[in-house]
């Protein structure tokens, strides 16, 4: 049964509140020895308000931190565990038990008895995050989407205050991380489903599965990494069924407003980050549509645990440590990806300013940290974040693949590329620059046998892009297909 909830669960979503402790964080504040960037893992985290009939997801979110001591002209900055503590707080919101009934059901869904307001790794609303290697967490908040202030409306985008102390109990750095949090699981909501006990009504009859005996957990016959449950094997894996019972909504839906049925949601709007607002990308892009999660899980991928990557768009200089999921990997000097980046979903410069207040803190926009001298005091010789070297991005790219024809090339004002058909189903045309950066993304329209693509020598802000050598990629059904071609002034 449950009780190893993994570090998968928390994420994000939230509302326009908390701005007041963010307001003493101006661009211009003077930086001290030492910095904290700290974050939600998620970017998104969905939980039941009512557990007496059936149960998804708990309360229970992450936090995560890393204290830098800032280098100097002869230091290099220094990520700390020792001599240090960091504690968290929700300013605003500090109790949970009022709000939701998970405690009155903990003892029959998941066999444990919790006091008031602690969740279920024995974390409450406020305490000390824990050292993990080069970062603290803090794993199994249980906080609501309900502020003390407002039990009526959702803030699904609050803002949790970070404080690392010195040994003498001293502050020394704080920052002000998104807890983000949402009920909008929507199986009524949506209009779809009558009720709860409808859902447990219509569910087969298979044994062990009463209707009537509840609360129902999903997760204690459908495996869920989320919640670490391993379930029964007859019963399969809880995406699994759920992505492939519902994929005829690909019949009549697609973008976010699909996924958006049970993630949250059409208030919530989780998908907030730079790749979805400032380059379009919907949850199809990087996940697939219903039909392709369930195919995925029954070919072998374990949910939760096997996820999307940068590098699958993205070139090396910018991937993921190997079979690591994002939000566990580390980048430049030992920072995590998700300390300069913010969560998947959430990724900076993000919709809601509570994402971007951070960055924004430390460097004075809201971009990934890429000021070095947030960090190093000075602007050391060498190379910063992805320190690509501009050699090798061809070679990386054009490796094992087919050749792709482009022509004219070198061309000036557009060219056409021939799409061979590697697979079924639709593909991606990316375009990348000597420094490994995606320049556009072209979908073409699916179809069969060979199809044509065109590049007008343009970012997908439709600004003309400078002369030089470009990459292409194309990927179908996991295989690629690539060239170059230069574009001249
Ligand atoms: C007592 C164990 C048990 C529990 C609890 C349980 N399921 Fe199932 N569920 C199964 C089994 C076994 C199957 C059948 C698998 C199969 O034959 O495809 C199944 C099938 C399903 C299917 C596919 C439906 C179909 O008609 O094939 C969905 C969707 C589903 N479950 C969702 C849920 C949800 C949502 C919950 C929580 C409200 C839940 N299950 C709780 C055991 C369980
Ligand atoms: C009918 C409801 C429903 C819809 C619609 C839906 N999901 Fe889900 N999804 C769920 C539930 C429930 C879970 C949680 C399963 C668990 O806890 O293991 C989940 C989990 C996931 C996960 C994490 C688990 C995994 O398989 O890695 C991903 C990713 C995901 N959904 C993507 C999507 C995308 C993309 C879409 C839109 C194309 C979508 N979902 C639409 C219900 C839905
Ligand atoms: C730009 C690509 C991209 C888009 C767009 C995207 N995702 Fe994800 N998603 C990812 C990546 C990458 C991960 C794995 C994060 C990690 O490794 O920590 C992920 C993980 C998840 C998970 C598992 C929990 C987690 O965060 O690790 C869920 C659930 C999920 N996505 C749902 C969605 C839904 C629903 C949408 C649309 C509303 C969506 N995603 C849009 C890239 C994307
Ligand atoms: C489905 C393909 C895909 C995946 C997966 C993907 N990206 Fe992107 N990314 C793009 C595209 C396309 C662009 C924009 C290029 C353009 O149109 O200018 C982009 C742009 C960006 C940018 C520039 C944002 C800006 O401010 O302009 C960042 C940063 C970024 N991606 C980070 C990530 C991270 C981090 C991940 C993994 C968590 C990721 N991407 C996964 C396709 C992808
Ligand atoms: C978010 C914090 C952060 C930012 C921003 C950052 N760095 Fe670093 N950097 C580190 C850390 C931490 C190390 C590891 C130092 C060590 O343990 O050796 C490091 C190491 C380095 C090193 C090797 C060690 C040294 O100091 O010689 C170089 C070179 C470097 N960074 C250059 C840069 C440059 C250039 C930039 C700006 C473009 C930059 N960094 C931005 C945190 C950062
Ligand atoms: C020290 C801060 C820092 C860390 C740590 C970091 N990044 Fe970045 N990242 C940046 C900055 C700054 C940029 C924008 C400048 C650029 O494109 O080189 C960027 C850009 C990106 C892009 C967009 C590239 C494009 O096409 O525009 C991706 C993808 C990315 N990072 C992925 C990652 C991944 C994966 C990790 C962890 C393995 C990571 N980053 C760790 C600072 C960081």
Redesign the pocket.
Known sequence: MPRRPLLLLAAALAAATAMAFTSGHSATQTLGDTIVVAWNDLGMHCMNQTHATLSILPPFNNLMAQVIRRGDATHAPQLITQGVTVGYSVPGNTTSVTKTDFWAWAPSLFGVTLAPDVGLTGKSLSGSMDVSGAHFAAVGIPVTPWPDSDLVHEHPYQQALVVARDAQGLEIARSTPTIPVSTEINCGASGCHRSEQAILNSHPRVTGFDPNAKPVLCAKCHADPALGTTGKPEAGYFSLKMHDQHQFMDQTMSGTNECYMCHPGPKTQCLRG??NQ??G?QCQ??HGNMAAMARGIENGRIPWVQE???A???TAAYAENPNTL?KLSTGHGGVM?EGC?NS?HA?V?SRQPEDNANNIALQGHA??LGDCKVCHGVIPAGAGPHGITTAGVGDELLRGTTALHVSPDPMRSACTITLPRLGEGGGRL?VYDMQGR????LEPAQGHGARVATWDAR??GGERVLPGIYFMLWQQAGKRAASRVTVLR
């Not at 995606?438 to 993304?441: E, L, N, T």
Request: glycine content about 8%; charged content about 10%; overall charge positive.
């Open positions: 730079a790749m400032l380059h990308q892009n990087c999307p990557s940068c699958s768009c993205h994002f990806c980046h998947t990724d410069p971009g990934p990316l995606i320049v556009r993304m970012g997908r």
